[in-house]
């Protein structure tokens, strides 16, 4: 038998729009690309100052260090390297040598990547500290206005049977296959996203801000006991480069599966709220 025309309908898929994201949301997200970029290109140039990580109250040459990133002359050109608890690996062209007019210089992050591009610690600080404190500010509306909307009780707090070791390694190998929710499980974050959200918010933010201010030496002396919760400014700085290496990965996988899932519609979501899902069922 032949099916009829509202059959037909009733199995045909339909794009409807649904509403994702928020204005606030929205707002505090680009925000949050303007500062975050801005701080780490900033960072970088800070870093270069002194591209050396130790753990304790104190770090200078000849101190022990975790992590350096630097030059040394051989057969008189500069050879780049990267040591982490004394294991070196050459980066020449990568880290540790920069060419700067036409020349090879010894430079842990190169000059297109540091803001400015030349080598400024006062510049690169100002950048730094006034784009902080815009983040924080920034992040201090998200906060207040998800927690007064039910933003995080509603979109990120992840359901008692999303946690199951099997829910979340289905998820995992989901994603792994680059199989994207559809229809009614796109109307929401997956239990991975909110996951990883909620570490992001809760855990990487939190101390990289923390650590931060920690470096401070008017914020020291105002509050002294945050140099004793992290066992002092050095290995405050040393995690603060931690924290800021992990939200950067982060965003590089947050824009691998922006790109996967869908660019457009991705995007669109973030700019006008409208985030378009396929859905079989009858036109209403």
Same mark, same amino acid.
């Given at each position: 038998?032949?099916? &009829? ?11 409807? $729009? ?9 707002? &505090? ?17 800070? $870093?270069?100052?002194?591209?050396? !990580?130790?753990?304790?109250? =104190? ?45 090879? &210089? ?27 404190? %815009? ?21 990120? *707090?992840?359901?008692?049977?999303? %946690? ?10 989901? /994603?792994?296959?680059?199989? $994207? ?6 109307? /929401?974050?997956? *239990? ?6 909620? *570490? ?9 801000? !923390? ?26 700085? &040393? ?14 996988? /947050? ?19 409208? =985030? ?9």
């Amino acid at each position: 038998m032949r099916k &009829t025309a509202s059959h037909d309908n009733a199995d045909k898929p339909r794009t409807i $729009f649904i509403r994702r994201h928020s204005i606030a949301t929205r707002l &505090t997200h680009w925000v949050n690309v303007l500062c975050l970029s801005v701080l780490l290109l900033s960072g970088l140039q800070i $870093f270069n100052a002194h591209p050396e !990580l130790y753990w304790g109250h =104190y770090g200078a040459n000849g101190d022990p260090a975790l992590l350096t990133i630097g030059a040394v002359e051989e057969a008189g050109e500069p050879r780049g390297f990267v040591r982490i608890a004394g294991l070196e690996v050459p980066t020449t062209g990568v880290l540790g040598v920069s060419t700067v007019e036409r020349e090879q &210089t010894a430079r842990a992050f190169p000059n297109w990547i540091t803001l400015p591009s030349f080598q400024d610690l006062a510049a690169g600080r100002r950048w730094h500290f006034f784009f902080a404190w %815009l983040f924080v500010i920034n992040g201090a509306l998200y906060l207040g206005i998800g927690l007064l909307s039910g933003h995080f009780r509603r979109d990120l *707090a992840p359901q008692v049977r999303e %946690l199951s070791p099997r829910h979340l390694g289905r998820e995992v190998l989901d /994603h792994a296959r680059l199989r $994207f929710p559809e229809g009614d499980e796109a109307r /929401h974050y997956n *239990a991975l996203q909110k996951l990883t959200y909620l *570490a992001v918010i809760v855990v990487l933010l939190p101390l990289m801000v !923390l650590t931060g201010l920690t470096m401070s030496p008017g914020v020291d002396a105002a509050l002294p006991a945050l140099v004793d919760l992290f066992g002092g400014r050095q290995s405050a700085r &040393t995690i603060h480069f931690i924290t800021a290496s992990a939200l950067v990965l982060f965003v590089v996988v /947050h824009v691998a599966m922006v790109i996967l899932s869908g660019t457009w519609n991705n995007i669109r979501s973030m700019i006008t709220g409208r =985030y378009a899902i396929t859905e079989k069922g009858p036109q209403s």
